[in-house]
T-cell receptor, first 115, second 114 residues
């Protein structure tokens, strides 16, 4: 069965600093990868996803993630964070060979931005 | 447009009682998913529907849990004889079709079993 590991449960950074949230998944023949974000007191929202094609995917608010098949990773990065990025971030994977319906989530990384 | 809605937003019940949680998907979305978010287990898949059929029920933790979907729209998750370990936030999501289409999540129902 698929599994996802988010290595850091909490990441504190200063405003305007760069950040990387790490995500590794268990190996599979083919996978789809996702980052979801949960802002305080809000529901889960899709941040970005990788289905195929370019291994670098971007979101509209400056985040990017790179699919690395050899390292089975999908780390999320942002070059300069803002207070408004404070949230919990979840990495998720679905198995493309089994129809990709079910999302398997990591434990989440709480990103805290300090002024 | 309206997003996924869930009711109730909060539910407190006593151990042994049955509860029903409701999900209204985005209009036109044929796929509907149930997940559970708890402190100990994180976010777990429970079941998904394509139309009114449930091809994958693999995540339901026990036979006390069941779900149905009628008319290809509203879904109800029922937990019978609730236990304290059932306490969690139950999340519903919907997508245009099951598969790679983006899953849009509702705000969740927080269930507390005393």
């Amino acid at each position: 069965a698929q599994s996802v590991t988010q290595l850091d449960s909490q990441v504190p950074v200063f405003e305007e600093a760069p950040v990387e949230l790490r995500c590794n998944y268990s190996s599979s023949v083919s996978v789809y990868l996702f980052w979801y974000v949960q802002y305080p007191n809000q529901g889960l929202q899709l941040l970005l996803k990788y289905l195929s094609g370019s291994t670098l995917v971007e979101s509209i608010n400056g985040f990017e993630a790179e699919f690395n098949k050899s390292q089975t990773s999908f780390h999320l990065r942002k070059p300069s964070v803002h207070i408004s990025d404070t949230a919990e971030y979840f990495c998720a994977v679905s198995d493309a060979s089994r129809g990709a319906q079910k999302l398997v989530f990591g434990q989440g990384t709480r990103l805290t931005i300090n002024p | 447009g309206a997003g996924v809605s869930q009711s109730p937003s909060n539910k407190v019940t006593e151990k042994g009682k049955d509860v029903e949680l409701r999900c209204d998907p985005i209009s036109g979305h044929t796929a509907l998913y149930w997940y559970r978010q708890s402190l100990g287990q994180g976010l777990e898949f429970l079941i998904y529907f394509q139309g009114n059929s449930a091809p994958d029920k693999s995540g339901l933790p026990s036979d006390r849990f069941s779900a149905e979907r009628t008319g290809g729209s509203v879904s109800t998750l029922t937990i019978q004889r609730t236990q304290q370990e059932d306490s969690a936030v139950y999340l519903c999501a919907s997508s245009l079709q099951a598969g790679t289409d983006t899953q849009y999540f509702g705000p969740g129902t927080r269930l507390t079993v005393l």
